[in-house]
């Protein structure tokens, strides 16, 4: 019975998706704006993230820390 309900809000999840994907603009110029606008770091805190699984939370905060300001002052 769960089968059968999850197999329906999945196809109605489905279709929606589908909806918003037929109907969404992707605006690339505004993308590439954006990205430069911040130097590409809109990724740093995943980056930091990851990075930290090695060499510990704080150390990666610090070393991410440490090049995003160099970013912005180039």
């Known amino acids: 019975m769960y089968l059968s309900e999850m197999c ?3 196809s109605a999840a489905i279709k929606m998706m589908s ?3 037929d109907q969404m603009i992707v605006h690339e110029d505004n993308i ?3 990205l430069n606008m911040t130097h590409g770091l809109i990724v740093s805190e995943r980056v930091m993230l990851d990075l930290g699984r090695y ?3 704080q150390n990666a905060h610090e070393v991410i820390y440490e090049d ?3 970013a912005f002052s180039v």
Do not use: C, E, W
């Open 32 to 34: 590439k704006r954006n």
């Open 68 to 70: 995003a300001q160099k």
């Open 55 to 57: 060499i510990g939370r």
């Open 8 to 10: 329906l809000v999945f």
């Open 19 to 21: 909806q918003v994907m």
